[in-house]
Structures are given as C-alpha cells and as structure tokens.
C-alpha cells in the first residue's frame, strides 16, 4: 500500500505559511471528498431502491402470472399447457422474490449503512474541527495585535500582564485545534480508502450469496424444466414461422389475381351470374328516409340466415334481424337516378326496404336469391335442385299469395306438387287414410294477416258516405241481416291461412292449425288481427271492430270443413271450397282463436247450413224453428251453456243477434 501524506503535528505550534499552504491541499482533498461521497451515496441508494423495486416487481410478476388463467379471451380459453407453466413460474418467481428480499436487507446493511456513517461521521468531524480551528486562529490573531500595540514609554506591567497572558490562552487554544485538526485530516486519509472499498465489498458479497443461493435452488431441479419450456418454444416458433410463410405465399397469390376482382361491375355484359342460391352475403346500400322528400343510403352488410334478412354495421358483434323473407316479393327499381336498386315488399303488399348493389352480378344474384328464399325452399331436403326448378329471370317480381284480396290468385294445387315435389316445411304425422303432404303440398305459403282492401281505406279517409267494398250498398245489407234467420256474432283473431288439396276430411285443418301454429314460432310472429266473425244463415263474415267494416266474407255453401281443436278448445278452422273463372277450383284453410270454446262456432255453422237446407223442404224448416228456441224479434237462440269466462267476455246477454 503507497505511503499516506500527513501533516506534521510539530509544525502545528509555528503555524507556518509553509504549514498553511499545506493544510490548504488537505482541505481541498476533503472538500472533493466530501462531494464525491454525497454522489457515491445516491448511487448505492438508487441500487437499493432498484432492489427494493425488484422485490415488489417480481411479487407483481407471480400474480400476473396467475391472473392469466382467469383472463376471458375473445378467442378461447388459454392452452392448458401454457397456463400450467405459468403457474409453475409463479412459484419459481416467488421463491426468487424471497431471495431478492434477502439481498436487499445485506445491500441496506453491508453497503448503503457503511457509506452513510463515513459521511456523518468522518466528513462531519472535518467539518467540525475545520470551523473550530478557524476560530481559534482569529482569536489567536486578535491577541497578538493587541499585544503589538502596547506602548513603549509608559510601560504598565499589569496590563503587560494580563495582554500577556490572553496571547497565552489564544496560542494553547489554537495549538489545540490545530493539533486535532491535522490528526482527523491524516486520519481521513485512511478512513476514506476503507469507506470507499467497505460498502462495494458488502455489495459483492450480497449478489454472490443471492446467485449462490438461486444456483442451489433451481439449478437441479430446473433444468429439466426450462429444457421443456425451451423446447416448446421453439416448436410454437416454428409454428409461426411456417404459418409465416404460408401467409407470405397466400398474400403474394391475392395479390396477382386479376385486377377484375378489385373493379366493381368490371364484367357488365356477360357477368357469370348464379341464380340458384338459397343464401346470400356482401355490401349493400340501405335507402333510409330522412324527411318528407330527403333520404340518405348507408352501406351496411347484410346476409341471410333462413328466411330471414340479417343486417351487421360494422364493428357490431352480430347482425339484426331488418326484413323476414317468407312470401316476400322483390324487384327492380328505379331510384334516385342510381343503378342496380330493388326493393322487398312485405306479404301484406306494404313497400318494405330499397337496396342498391354494386354490380350487376350481385344486383341480379342477390334478387335470385331474395326470389328463392322468399319460396321457402330452404326448408326443402334438397334446396339447390328446388332452386334450380323454380329459377326464374332475375327482374321477375315474385308475390306470394298473401290476402284476402288475392286469394282467387292461388295457383292449382297439382302445379305445387310438380314444382316443389320435394320440398317440406315441417315433418307432419300421418293422417287417417292420407298424409299430410296429400292434405297440404310442401311449400305453401302462409298467410299472417288480414289487409283491408285499398278501396275501403279511402272510403274510411274520405269521409262521408261509405260504399261497401263488395259493391253492396248498406241498405242491402241490413236487409240482408234482417232476412237471415239466424246472427251469431263471436271474437275471433286471426292465426294464418293457406290452400289445401283437399276437403275430405277435417284433418286438414288439423294439419293446417299445426303447420300455421309452427310457422309463428319459427318466425316469432307475435301479432294477431282480432276481428268480429258473424255467423248467419246465408254466410260468415269478418268485421273490424272499430270501423265495422267488412273485411271479408265466405259463402256458407262454400264452407265445406270445419272444426275445432281436439286439444286447445278455442282454436277454429275452416276450409272454403270456390270455382275459379277457369273451370278450375282452389281451397283454403283458415284458422283463427276465439274468446269462446270452438264447438260454439261449429256448432253455429252446422245451424246455418242446417237453416240452408231447410229452406227447401218447408216442413223441416218449420220442425227446425221448432227444435231450436227464438228470440222476441224471431232470431234463433243459440247454446248458452258458456263458461264463467266467457260470460265475462259477453256480459251484456249477449244473444244470437249480433
């Protein structure tokens, strides 16, 4: 070890210029030593805070590490096998957090602790004796020049004496000062080197017991394991990079395509169209009113899913449901000056939703499609053939029967059994001597709603005298009331109607009450127009409750079946048997639910046409009136056996006359 430079306690007493000069080089020495230790010190500090926050870290790491498994990932739940090593780290990153902890206390104790008491206490000390000894010199000089100024002549010896004797004091005191003042300089000389060495070695011995004690820990017992995970790395980065390059060579193949597929309408004369699809995706633009004579259009995506017509704005999770398809029709449209729109109207003949694609591959695909959906094909064991039997021109409009209007446009039963031969809405029992299939061909469409015929609605808004939407004035018709023997009102809501095959025999409303309660299901059709269904002698009639119009009205001669459920008593059929201007015949099953128990409405209709076929033989006419009691104004009395609730429904006494 090199020699140490002192000061010389002998030259202390002298105090000389020489002495002073050198005392100034130790005092710089301490000065810089003083600083560099304050920078030392809150270098170790910050790596015993860095420890500290290592610790805190990896306890932060071992929960995270845990919280993986309760994560609820939008793609699945993690791999099993990546959540078990993790948990496995855990307990590896907890028994490091404890050792991290160990060496944060030796780093406090070995490193921070040494440099913090040189610092208060051998630089302080310095410090101190620095101060002191620089009083004492002061003191010192202040005695000498008093002492210098004592006169020659008049010479006083006690106060020689006294100026004497406090240079005396002055002088031993700052003997004194200087004498401890050089020592703790010459000490520090020494003390400095340890200071400095002390703290770094308490540090190394800290990280070498904390590696130490990691490599007796984990080095046997992991190796095995991070030869696994290091393994498994590798394979799952293996996995990437084949992946990687599957997606390099897919991304280059996209690329090269032709330049067609990024062109909208690019092949307009002879696009390659299939007019044979049962479902349908892509971009549309949706026509959206924005005021009396303003619109706008949105591009949405829409697809199909059934029969239904799904919209999905982008970024939404799942599509919506915008348009149900079943006896839809659809057709080209010309709006607002743009190409390739169409619209969808709604089975009751109400404008639905505007469309417009864009192309005309897609234009003309997506009313095929909107075509072959609307038919209910994809309902059938094979779709495509259905679809490619009933494929029609792409502008074709299709319009299921879907009224009471248009029900003398039912097309002949035998020409459903040819074109959808196949098709089958829902799998039915058998019935007695017939299948469901003889009863009601697959794929007929269902009605759902009674619409009011246009004439009747601008009657109703016009005002005044209403005409009678059957060309019957309405003094033809009280007349026609007053005349009929028999009036029996009831209320009713309408289910659904559809033409049958056959009138044989009352399982086909059976069957019919069956396909129309699935289809509602299936759809989730809620609604019901509830009318006023009036019985009489002559025919039966749906009345609107609140206008009184009438809506529609059967023949009773034309009613061929009725019935009620054999199960639920308030549902009701009946099928209604009529020539068609062509020689040809076409029937329809219509079904509806009551207030009141089925058998009364049947039981009013056989009445009515018991009165029709007594009005030819007037002797059982007159044992009819008999059997059956009347009203004061000559009505037939119909059952009054009705139930509580029914009483409730009709609590006025309501008799035969409506």
Not at 140 to 147: F, G, N, R
Not at 381 to 389: C, G, H
Request: charged share 25%.
């Amino acid at each position: 070890m090199p020699a140490v430079d002192k000061l010389l306690l002998e030259e202390a007493l002298q105090d000389s210029p020489q002495t002073r000069s050198l005392l100034s080089v130790f005092e710089e020495d301490a000065g810089t030593l003083t600083e560099y230790t304050n920078q030392l010190l809150q270098a170790m500090q910050r790596v015993y805070g860095a420890q500290n926050e290592m610790c805190l870290a990896t306890q932060q790491l071992s929960k995270q590490l845990l919280a993986y498994e309760k994560q609820h990932f939008a793609l699945g739940k993690g791999d099993e096998e990546v959540i078990s090593t993790l948990h496995y780290f855990s307990k590896v990153v907890d028994e490091l957090n404890i050792l991290h902890s160990e060496l944060a206390k030796q780093l406090a104790d070995t490193m921070v602790l040494p440099i913090i008491q040189f610092r208060e206490k051998d630089l302080t000390e310095v410090s101190t004796l620095k101060d002191l000894f620089g009083i004492a010199s002061n003191e010192h000089d202040v005695s000498m020049a008093k002492y210098s100024r004592l006169p020659k002549r008049k010479e006083n010896e006690k106060l020689k004496t006294e100026v004497a004797k406090e240079v005396a004091n002055a002088r031993r005191k700052q003997h004194l000062s200087s004498l401890q003042y050089y020592c703790a300089l010459n000490a520090l000389q020494y003390r400095k080197r340890v200071a400095m060495m002390e703290p770094m070695l308490g540090y190394t011995r800290g990280q070498i017991n904390f590696f130490k004690k990691g490599a007796e820990m984990f080095s046997k017992r992991m190796d095995s394991f991070l030869s696994s995970v290091s393994d498994m790395v590798q394979s799952i980065q293996g996995e990437l990079e084949a992946e990687a390059e599957k997606m390099r060579v897919s991304q280059q193949d996209l690329i090269t395509v032709n330049e067609s597929v990024y062109t909208p309408d690019s092949d307009v004369t002879s696009p390659a169209i299939n007019r044979n699809l049962i479902q349908k995706a892509g971009y549309l633009n949706l026509r959206n009113k924005t005021g009396l004579v303003t619109t706008t259009w949105e591009r949405l995506y829409f697809f199909t899913q059934g029969g239904n017509l799904m919209c999905q704005p982008r970024g939404a999770v799942a599509g919506g449901l915008i348009q149900d398809l079943d006896n839809c029709s659809v057709m080209a449209v010309d709006c607002e000056d743009r190409r390739y729109c169409f619209q969808i109207t709604t089975p009751t003949g109400k404008a639905g939703i505007t469309l417009q694609a864009e192309s005309k591959k897609e234009y003309e695909e997506w009313i095929c499609a909107i075509n072959n959906i609307s038919r209910q094909i994809y309902l059938t064991d094979n779709p495509e053939a259905a679809a490619i039997k009933l494929n029609q021109t792409a502008l074709q409009a299709v319009t299921p029967i879907t009224s009471f209007g248009k029900k003398h446009e039912v097309r002949h039963p035998s020409q459903n059994v040819k074109n959808m031969e196949n098709d089958k809405i829902i799998p039915s029992e058998s019935a007695s001597n017939q299948e469901s299939t003889q009863l009601i061909a697959p794929g007929t469409p269902i009605q759902f709603d009674i619409v009011l015929p246009a004439m009747e609605f601008l009657d109703q808004n016009r005002g005044g005298r209403r005409a009678n939407p059957f060309g019957e004035s309405e003094d033809s018709s009280k007349d026609e009331e007053e005349d009929s023997l028999l009036q029996q009102m009831f209320i009713v809501r309408f289910l659904g109607s559809m033409a049958v095959q056959s009138d044989a025999t009352s399982e086909v409303i059976y069957e019919a009450m069956r396909q129309v309660l699935a289809a509602r299901a299936i759809h989730n059709i809620f609604r019901m127009t509830e009318s006023h269904l009036m019985v009489t002698s002559k025919n039966l009639r749906l009345i609107d409750p609140q206008t009184q119009v009438t809506r529609t009205s059967f023949d009773l001669p034309t009613v061929t079946q009725f019935a009620a459920h054999q199960d639920n008593r308030r549902l009701i059929g009946f099928v209604v048997h009529l020539s068609e201007p062509l020689g040809e015949e076409s029937m329809s099953a219509y079904v509806f639910e009551s207030n009141t128990e089925g058998e009364k409405i049947c039981y009013a209709i056989s009445l009515g046409k018991e009165i029709i076929e007594a009005k030819k033989d007037p002797e059982a006419l007159a044992q009819l009136m008999k059997s059956v009691p009347f009203t004061n104004d000559g009505k037939f009395i119909l059952l009054n056996d009705e139930s509580e609730e029914d009483g409730a429904a009709r609590e006025e006494g309501e008799e035969s006359e409506a």
